[in-house]
């Protein structure tokens, strides 16, 4: 469990730096000046995260540290990749015939069965995986006709995003996800962003499942991290 702990507390220390660094702070600026702020079309976002998600059937808790690159097709069309590092909260349950059920087991023996913890390893205490992703991103409120709806310092955002899960010896997993969030722009070139948002998961190895019968579950999860934009 240090591994996630150390891993944010690396990104939370070196984003923290650069915020002192970089641009005065949003509500600093001038309003006649609200074009300084924030990606434009041609920009380039670097963004670092962290997040926790619950998954409904299988019931356990997957805490992950991300890292997304994105490009401005327009000022408020954004497309790109992400990957992430995740680890799992707990080893699994006991079944009704006393044998210790993981979240992605070998092949069943027994009473072992498999169900899925937000993409955690196979292999019986390996508590690790990973994850990749394309995502498309959309801005409504910079559009010149809402743009004076909300302070120049905020921007809403909702996105979608399709990608796999990956654990060894073991087809990946397909990801699709939606979601909410809000940009908080600190400075010129950072934002805090916070979201909210729901996935579905399907195993693609017909001998992964959920629950008896399901190989797909879903979540909902949390995230909240800094980015970085430049030309």
């Given at each position: ?66 890292i997304v690159f994105g490009y401005f097709f ?139 019968d399901s190989s797909t579950d879903h979540a ?12």
């Amino acid at each position: 469990m240090h591994g996630p702990r150390v891993a944010g507390l690396a990104a939370t220390t070196i984003s923290l730096g650069l915020i002192a660094v970089l641009g005065q702070p949003a509500w600093a600026q001038d309003d006649d000046d609200e074009d300084w702020f924030g990606p434009n079309q041609g920009d380039f976002e670097l963004g670092v995260s962290g997040s926790v998600s619950r998954m409904f059937q299988s019931e356990v808790t997957a805490f992950d540290v991300g890292i997304v690159f994105g490009y401005f097709f327009t000022d408020w069309i954004e497309g790109g990749l992400g990957g992430s590092i995740g680890h799992r909260s707990n080893a699994g349950a006991v079944d009704p015939e006393g044998e210790v059920e993981q979240a992605l087991g070998t092949p069943p023996v027994g009473g072992l069965r498999q169900a899925l913890i937000s993409a955690p390893l196979l292999q019986p205490g390996a508590d690790w995986y990973g994850s990749s992703s394309l995502f498309v991103r959309v801005f409504p409120f910079e559009f010149d006709a809402t743009k004076d709806m909300l302070p120049y310092y905020l921007g809403p955002f909702a996105d979608v995003d399709f990608g796999l899960v990956y654990a060894p010896d073991i087809s990946p997993f397909i990801g699709f996800g939606v979601s909410a969030g809000l940009n908080v722009y600190l400075t010129d070139q950072i934002a805090l962003q916070l979201r909210l948002g729901y996935r579905l998961i399907h195993a693609i190895d017909d001998a992964v499942k959920f629950d008896e019968d399901s190989s797909t579950d879903h979540a909902l999860g949390s995230d909240w991290g800094l980015s970085f934009y430049f030309s």
